[in-house]
DNA sequence: GTCTATAATTCGATAGAC
DNA sequence: GTCTATCGAATTATAGAC
């Protein structure tokens, strides 16, 4: 195995091969395991190009977990599946790549990864909470009901991948989770 | 501070001490962050009797991480309120000690913590659904649906705390929780 | 049963040549 | 824009004295 000499790059090219090597680094390991040499490696290029970069391991975690969730508007949610309709989209989010996934991972051992999720659950969920339920004030409670059973499933699916949740297709994860969400963004208080 | 020599003592007080506080900081800080060193320094021992009695870092979080969730026989949870009653049981499992919130922050990132995790789902958790369900075969996946609501709700209120999540009591989230397990154990298929 | 000393790695980060 | 070389700190783990 010798190394190929690789010609030079442009800089937002090499940039943006080491936020998608950092990405699936820290969604398969997590932060403290994704190191920055093993990065870099992904990447094909010197360690010391990530610090030129981002500076330090921080702002790369930062940088690599920049997220919209890009939830529909609440106005166009109006319709009688709106449970349905979010857990696809959460499972299409999920799987389109691995930024929610390295979100979940880093979030669990890292205050800033923690921080941007509650970032995104209070600027992204409680909105469309609060645009569908009845008393605004309690939207952000119904929002983290919600949050707990998409992460839970998130949890089971991508990073524990328990068999059982791994074999359930896309269907039929809508049509179980789907009544659950429906009735913690609709129902009366129980 | 002068350090104050401590009596000897026993060996399975020692080690007592050692398990108490290796759960501690498992739960606060995940596997990489828990350090050896750490969790001497908190059960007031050197690090080397850790490896002493527990070989390393692996076999300290095994015996930390001993686990039963004490479910109720399935015969025992005949009642209308099978989710309300196990969601509560879960509820005081989780907050009894740091077991659990460890098994969770480790699982994330550690193939033993994940692979334990995934025991307690398959030798305690299944088994109480096929004791409820209909069809024995739909088992795992009912459990696996319940253990998405339990799980996200721990992530949310003891791993992220997310303070909406945090807030509420426990008779709130038996309230909602408790008819969502209740449908995916009994439920018709959707 | 307890501790000292230290080996062997590994990591984040910096300085500077080309 | 890229890389070499290296520093300093921290970690797991071992060997052995008392």
Same mark, same amino acid.
């Given at each position: 195995?010798?190394?190929?000499?690789?010609?030079?790059?442009?800089?937002?090219?090499?940039?943006?091969?080491?936020?998608?090597?950092?990405?699936?680094?820290?969604?398969?390991?997590?932060?403290?395991?994704?190191?920055?040499?093993?990065?870099?490696?992904?990447?094909?290029?010197?360690?010391?190009?990530?610090?030129?970069?981002?500076?330090?391991?921080?702002?790369?975690?930062? /940088?690599?977990?920049?997220?919209? !969730? *890009? #939830? $529909?508007?609440?106005?166009?949610?109006?319709? %009688?599946? @709106?449970? +349905?309709? &979010?857990?696809?989209?959460?499972?299409?989010?999920?799987?389109?790549?691995?930024?929610?996934?390295?979100?979940?991972?880093?979030?669990?051992?890292?205050?800033?990864?923690?921080?941007?999720?509650?970032?995104?659950?209070?600027?992204?969920?409680?909105?469309?909470?609060?645009?569908?339920?009845?008393?605004?004030?309690?939207?952000?409670?119904?929002?983290?009901?919600?949050?707990?059973?998409?992460?839970?499933? /998130?949890?089971?699916?991508?990073? !524990? *991948? #328990? $068999?059982?949740?791994?074999?359930?297709?896309? %269907?039929? @994860?809508? +049509?179980? &989770?789907?009544?659950?969400?429906?009735?913690?963004?609709?129902?009366?208080?129980?």
């Amino acid at each position: 195995m010798t190394d190929v000499p690789r010609p030079p790059r442009r800089s937002d090219t090499t940039k943006a091969a080491i936020l998608e090597a950092a990405r699936e680094r820290f969604a398969a390991d997590g932060y403290e395991r994704a190191t920055i040499r093993a990065i870099a490696h992904d990447a094909d290029i010197d360690p010391s190009m990530v610090m030129r970069y981002f500076g330090n391991k921080e702002g790369l975690f930062a /940088a690599a977990s920049e997220f919209d !969730l *890009r #939830l $529909p508007e609440p106005a166009q949610l109006g319709g %009688e599946d @709106v449970g +349905g309709v &979010l857990v696809g989209h959460f499972l299409d989010r999920w799987e389109a790549d691995e930024v929610l996934t390295a979100l979940l991972r880093v979030g669990v051992t890292n205050a800033a990864g923690a921080e941007r999720m509650a970032a995104i659950f209070r600027e992204q969920l409680v909105p469309i909470a609060a645009g569908l339920g009845h008393d605004p004030a309690e939207a952000p409670r119904r929002a983290a009901l919600v949050a707990s059973q998409i992460l839970g499933m /998130a949890m089971a699916r991508y990073v !524990l *991948r #328990l $068999p059982a949740a791994v074999e359930m297709d896309r %269907e039929e @994860v809508v +049509g179980w &989770l789907g009544p659950t969400v429906q009735r913690y963004l609709t129902a009366e208080r129980p």
